[in-house]
């Protein structure tokens, strides 16, 4: 092996005599081999493959102690690692994805290095006859310590190839419009595929359809650009989500390639056509791939950044971030919508006839004891809100705990759970008409709120974390549906019972700030009822909507998209009469003349009713469509038999000779 004094020549003035005979010993340093680096392991993610799959190939080097090697992009004055394979059947697929790199810095120079433990994975595609199948070669590059010796690391990996009937799409020709190119300098490589008879590809510029695009894969080298192709053939339907376009016959496509990360040399430029394919009497799609090479002379020179290996790997994940972060943005968007409904059902929880005039009685109890100092009395309400905070945001950490990762999925698609849901938003509805009242047991709210005035700080906080147990008559059906909104959000229990709770707390810290706002807060009285009622009537629709979610799952067809649109708009009707003082509920007391808040409110209820109407016309409901069911009828064409087995579903296509659609949408 040759010995490399790299370091040594770097150190030293380009025209020096030192320089030329550092040189002159890098040149015959002759024969001298060392082992810094040994290959504890080479195997594939899997070990039988029908020809043309493409497979990861892992391969585990560990590097002596305070010795390195380099990774598999150019970097001036290193060797980088690259892998040979003795097969011209195995077909580099995709950028080699590198160990994780230490940047090494001197005055004049900087290089990328690998220590340690490294862990390559290459991609590869091979190509072969069906049996055992033996992926040989080299890991080829340097290892280093103030001197470098060449590393070679021979490997063998035993896998089997397994016979495949599949089509495969024939490359007749693969002609470089120009016979030399830059690293980067994109080449038009004319392409004459044909297709086998009775099946079809889809385009490499694909606009419609479910099926793949055909693409490229080239090394050592990568697609630059927009293939031309002829004009696809057309498949229309009246569902537009079924049409597509495709290629069939002899097909001529241009395709520009770039070499990427080569030297001065000829490069034989090895590639895959990656497709899908589809027809045969069977009418099903499969994928393929097929191999083929063409000749170019490189001319070397820097690769773009923005398309070396590495850098391409890079630009794959920023994709992935990106579309991580948008994702995230949507979850953010979701979490605003819940934590604002978080705070509508503290405003209503406040209203409540066994909330709303606590606000009053606790105030003058810590003015009270505030002994005329402002700045006390509202310490006092500052910890008391931090008390009732903190029982109810403690209440959505346990449910959330407990739901764990899975809560969405138990409330959005489990039956049972939903159907439990329903019952006792049912429970919850009735007791807000005022046919039974929910309360804790008596011994138990006895032993919380006993033992006399709670004074001070301390008694304070602690009157604070009883608001729930004191309330929990006018609360626990607005908290339960806090609680249903959070299990929405995996691990946001606490933080939308905090915002619930804070809604709560806020207006006693306003009036122990200034406590001259309670001679303009409204008076307790019979508005308090009305609006308990009023959430009945929605805690009711809520209610009817868990259970129609199951029967969705069930498939039972009682409460459809047209029944609960008449339920949703019924309620809402009846919401808006009784408002206007059209009925009254059973022991209701004879309201007062009707004032502009219940004109104004009941307009409101009856202007959505309409709206939700318009939904039997099969208008879209906006808002309303999160607690409508979704309508199961297909629309364009006529209607397909549907399985829910995939084995079932496939003999029926061989029956009748058509393709399988596999749906992966949920119901709820």
């Known amino acids: 092996m ?29 024969q001298d081999n060392e082992d810094h680096a040994k290959l504890l392991s080479a195997k594939a993610d899997r070990e039988k493959i029908a020809s043309g799959d493409r497979i990861t190939l892992r391969f585990e080097v560990d590097v002596d102690p305070e010795w390195h090697t380099y990774p598999t992009y150019r970097q001036k004055f290193t060797q980088e690692t690259s892998f040979a394979f003795e097969s011209g059947d195995v077909f580099i697929a995709g950028p080699i994805k590198n160990p994780p790199t230490k940047r090494h810095e001197e005055k004049t120079f900087a290089y990328d290095e690998i220590e340690g433990l490294a862990v ?41 190839i397994e016979a495949s009937d599949a089509p495969r799409v024939k490359v007749v020709s693969a002609k470089p419009a120009k016979e030399s190119a830059k690293n980067g300098d994109p080449v038009a490589v004319e392409l004459t595929l044909e297709v086998p008879k009775d099946w079809y590809i889809y385009p490499f510029n694909k606009a419609r359809g479910i099926g793949k695009a055909t693409v490229i894969e080239a090394f050592p080298g990568e697609v630059r650009g927009v293939a031309t192709e002829p004009k696809p053939r057309a498949h229309d339907e009246k569902d537009p989500d079924l049409a597509y376009d495709y290629h069939e016959g002899t097909i001529a496509v241009t395709v520009p390639i770039a070499p990427r990360n080569t030297d001065v040399r000829t490069v034989t430029m090895r590639c895959s056509l990656v497709y899908q394919i589809c027809g045969g009497p069977d009418k099903i799609c499969l994928n393929g791939s097929t191999p083929f090479t063409f000749t170019i002379k490189s001319q070397g020179g820097d690769d773009l950044p923005a398309w070396t290996p590495d850098a391409q790997a890079v630009a794959k994940t920023s994709a992935t971030d990106a579309s991580k972060e ?9 979490l605003v919508v819940l934590l604002l409904a978080a705070f509508g059902f503290g405003l209503v929880s406040l209203v409540q006839p066994c909330v709303f005039p606590l606000l009053p009685i606790t105030l003058t109890y810590f003015i009270k004891q505030g ?24 209440i959505g950490l346990i449910f959330s705990v407990s739901l764990g990762p899975d809560g969405p999925r138990l409330f ?4 049972w759970v939903n159907v439990g849901v329903g019952i006792l938003f049912l429970w919850f509805t009735f007791s807000m008409f005022g046919l039974y009242e929910i309360a804790l047991p008596s011994f138990i709210t006895e032993k919380l709120t006993g033992g006399g005035p709670k004074k001070g700080f301390g008694g304070a906080f602690i009157l604070g974390l009883l608001f729930s147990v004191v309330t929990f008559t ?71 909507f868990y ?31 009784y408002l206007l003082g059209v009925f009254r509920m059973k022991d209701e007391e004879e309201r007062p003349a009707l004032g502009v808040g219940r004109m ?45 087995v995939l084995k079932t579903a496939e003999e029926e296509a061989k029956k009748t000779g058509k393709p399988v659609f596999i749906e992966f949408t949920g119901y709820t």
């Open 412 to 415: 959005a698609a489990n039956p």
């Open 600 to 644: 104004l409110f009941a307009a409101f209820f009856a202007a959505n009713a309409v709206f939700v109407a318009s939904g039997f016309t099969g208008r879209p409901l906006a808002l309303w469509e999160t607690v409508i069911p979704p309508s199961l009828e297909r629309s364009g064409g006529a209607e397909q038999p549907t399985f829910s």
């Open 547 to 577: 259970l129609s979610k199951s029967d969705t799952v069930w498939r039972i067809g009682v409460l459809t998209r047209p029944v609960m649109i008449t339920c949703w708009v019924t309620l809402l009707g009846v919401t808006a009469c």
């Open 326 to 334: 948008a994702g995230r943005k949507e979850l953010e968007k979701g």
């Open 371 to 394: 002994e005329g100092s402002r700045a006390k009395t509202f310490l006092l309400t500052l910890v008391y809100g931090a008390g009732l905070i903190l029982s109810f945001t403690l």
């Open 474 to 544: 006018c609360t626990i059906p607005f908290a339960a549906n806090v609680l249903v909104i959070a299990a929405i959000a995996p691990g946001k229990g606490a933080l939308v019972m905090f915002v619930y709770a804070a809604t709560m707390a806020l207006p006693f810290v306003l009036l122990g700030a200034v406590p001259a706002l309670l001679k303009s807060m409204p008076k307790s009285g019979g508005w308090l009822h009305t609006v308990k009622v009023t959430m009945g009537f929605i805690e009711l629709a809520l209610a009817l």
């Open 120 to 160: 390559w994975e290459v991609p590869v595609r091979i190509y072969g006859s069906p049996g055992p199948f033996a992926v040989k070669g080299k890991v080829l590059g340097q290892t280093c310590k103030g001197v470098c010796y060449d590393m070679e690391l021979p490997f063998e990996i035993p896998i089997t």
């Open 2 to 30: 040759k010995l490399l004094l790299l370091l040594a020549v770097l150190g030293q003035e380009p025209a020096s005599p030192t320089f030329l005979a550092w040189g002159l010993l890098a040149g015959f340093a002759g």
